[in-house]
Each structure stands twice: as structure tokens, then as C-alpha cells.
């Protein structure tokens, strides 16, 4: 295979990459909307329209921002120009923007429901097709591995085996989809769960994944951008888990709820 990889229609040569994100766009959606018609969501369409403009907001601000800030010896002297501060973008920054994004306003609207329980598995379809896209592109979306001799390991074209750092997060999102799916087999999550789960795994993942990526740490700091982002990321977490072990044993535990989606979203 030949990277990147091309769809060509006669005369026309299109990139699979801008296909796939696309087709993560529009079918996530899809899905997101189809599990909301199969169950009694809490929150009104009125708020959620609002929640998502909250969610858009901070995920692209904060995928721009991080995204600049993975290579802070760059922001000066910018490749390309003054198009490269918003051109650069990380799934990480993303995700946690459109956390606080949501949070503050599900804040001013008074909403205290999970907002992201209904977005999980549209989010793994969403992300699964778009990081095929990712690997398709090959060394142009800067998203593979560091060199390995690895039997497993993929030329993107440069002659140097790298790590498919993009299939095993294909692989990764697969694996806790299946995992989400068995532990709601054995009964409902509390409500908010499904959306930790999802986010403390996958910030887990991208922490120890960067470690194989070619991009260099922070002058000083020993992690990247990315990873510090994480790092921050599942503290936030930690401090909700603590918050509600406390409730626990005050007895303040609320019951679980049902799941919000009858199962086996460039974020919540």
C-alpha cells in the first residue's frame, strides 16, 4: 500500500483521510440520534442543542490550543505561516475543551444529568473511522509511532518501520466498546459512568501511547503537551471519584440510574 491512500473517481483524486472524517461526522451523528430516539432522555432537545454548542465551542478551541502547544519552538516562527495556528488540532485537547465547554454550560442551564452517557458509543464509532483516516494519511497526518523493528510495524513511506500508533488506538476503542458494552450486561452504571469510562481510559491510553510518538517532551518537563494535558485530565477524574466516595459513605449515594441508550461526539 501506497501512503497517503486516494480515492480516485475519474478525473478526481480524493483524500480517504477527508472521507473518513466525513463519514466519523455524519455517522457518529446518526448513531447519536438513533440511541436518543430508543430511550427517555433526561435532558430536553432545547438543552441539548445548547449543550453542543458548548461542546463545539471548547473542542475546537481547546484542540487548537493544544494542538499549538505540542510544539511550543514552532509558535514564533510558524511553518507555513500564519495558517498554522489553526491548522494544528489534537483529539486530547478536544475532548477535554468540550468537557468544560459542557460542564460550564450545563451549569447556566441547571442541567445535572450525564450529558455524555448518550455519546460514548457514537464518540468510539466517530473515532474509530476517523483514525483509520489518520493511518490512511500516513506520514501527513503526523499522527504514527517512532521506529520499530516490530513484525507488526508499517512503512508510511519515509523507508522507516514506525509503530501504527493509529491501529492500536483503533484497536483500544474497539476493546472498550466491547467493555462498556459487558458491564452494562451486568447491570445499569451510575449516571455519568459510561462517559468516565470512556474518558479516564482513553486519557490512560494517550498518556502511555505518546511515549512511542515522535514528538519531544517539554524543554524540562519530561512529557509532552499531550501528555501533561492527560495528566491534568485524569486528576480532574481522580477528584470526582473522591468526591463521590465521600458522598458513599456519608449515604448520599445516589441510586444507579437507568442506561440512558439501549446498547448490547473532533467530544461530551
Known sequence: MTFPVHLTLGPLQLPVHLLCEVLAYSLGYRLYAHLRRRTHDRISTEHRLWIFVGAAAGALLGSRLLGLLEHPAQLLHPPGGWLYYFSNKTIVGGLLGGLIGVEQTK??????????????????????????????????????????????????????????????????????????GLLERRGPLPDGWRFRLLMVSYLLFRLLVEFIKPTPPWPGLLLTAIQWACVAGLGYYAGLWARDARRRRAGRWPAAQPPQAAVASLPD
Do not use: Q
Not at 451549569?107 to 458509543?121: N, Q
Not at 476503542?173 to 462498556?180: C, D, E, Q, S
Open 107 to 180: 451549569k447556566r442551564l441547571g442541567v445535572t444529568a450525564s450529558s455524555g452517557d448518550l455519546m460514548v458509543f457514537p464518540l468510539i464509532l466517530a473515532m474509530v473511522l476517523g483514525r483509520t483516516g489518520c493511518l490512511l494519511a500516513g506520514l501527513e497526518d503526523g499522527t504514527y509511532g517512532t521506529a520499530t523493528a516490530l513484525p507488526w510495524a508499517i512503512d508510511f513511506g519515509d523507508g522507516v518501520p514506525r509503530h501504527p500508533t493509529n491501529l492500536y488506538e483503533i484497536g483500544f476503542w474497539l476493546l472498550l466498546a466491547a467493555a462498556v
